[in-house]
T-cell receptor, first 116, second 116 residues
Framework: GAGVSQTPSNKVTEKGKYVELRCDPI?????LYWYRQSLGQGPEFLIY????????DSGLPNDRFFAVRPEGSVSTLKIQRTERGDSAVYLC??????????????FGSGTRLTVV | DQQVKQNSPSLSVQEGRISILNCDYT??????FLWYKKYPAEGPTFLIS?????DKNEDGRFTVFLNKSAKHLSLHIVPSQPGDSAVYFC???????????????FGKGTHLIIQP
């Protein structure tokens, strides 16, 4: 597609439930990133995929968070047993380049997750 | 431990004048610095970047200055226009994570308001 697409744009869930957030990157972009932006903060790195594999998941806060990218395109971020502290905007980004360098990446509009 | 700091949460500038947004960092391993612009309900949009071996990069109305000895960079917008009203994030790349990936470290952002 023309840009990075994230669905849903908004998700309200009850504490303890499981949620899946989807990211459809720009066609041909091999690098895919997930970030989380809490209120009043900048985006924080969660996980990076190069192709199908998670090259770096050091930003995932705990084992309730998991992400997959089985065919090297669409990625799903999965959160189990959601907690109120998980409420944030989850941003996905993609890039042609494996090194961020001077090119940056293209972000989607994000999924606003609210855990009640 | 914030490695990228934007100490001004907001800045108000009159239309036509210069806007100067500041950013400080602590990690001398960063090799690129980037500025992103964010409108409400949209993802951050890449604006301009600078390599750590340069001290200035210019693109139209936007200029980024880097003072490596002071670990400080700034974004200058001149002349400022109403459409420039947005949140501006400073970000840095090059921090080596566990998998060698190259995620961005963001500041908390500065909300720029251009007054007519």
């Amino acid at each position: 597609g023309a840009g990075v697409s994230q669905t849903p744009s908004n998700k309200v869930t009850e504490k303890g439930k499981y949620v899946e957030l989807r990211c459809d990157p720009i066609s041909g972009h091999t690098a895919l990133y997930w970030y989380r932006q809490s209120l009043g903060q900048g985006p924080e790195f969660l996980i990076y995929f190069q192709g199908t594999g998670a090259a770096d998941d050091s930003g995932l806060p705990n084992d309730r968070f998991f992400a997959v990218r089985p065919e090297g395109s669409v990625s799903t971020l999965k959160i189990q047993r959601t907690e109120r502290g998980d409420s944030a905007v989850y941003l996905c980004a993609s890039s042609l380049f494996t090194r961020t360098g001077m090119h940056g990446y293209t972000f989607g509009s994000g999924t606003r997750l609210t855990v009640v | 431990d914030q490695q990228v700091k934007q100490n001004s949460p907001s800045l108000s500038v009159q239309e036509g004048r210069i806007s100067i947004l500041n950013c400080d960092y602590t990690n001398s391993m960063f090799d690129y610095f980037l500025w992103y612009k964010k409108y409400p309900a949209e993802g951050p949009t890449f604006l301009i970047s600078i390599s750590s071996i340069k001290d200035k990069n210019e693109d139209g109305r936007f200029t980024v200055f880097l003072n490596k000895s002071a670990k400080h960079l700034s974004l200058h917008i001149v002349p400022s226009q109403p459409g420039d009203s947005a949140v501006y994030f400073c970000a840095a790349s090059g921090e080596k994570r566990g998998g060698g990936a190259d995620g961005l470290t963001f500041g908390k952002g500065t909300h720029l308001i251009i007054q007519p």
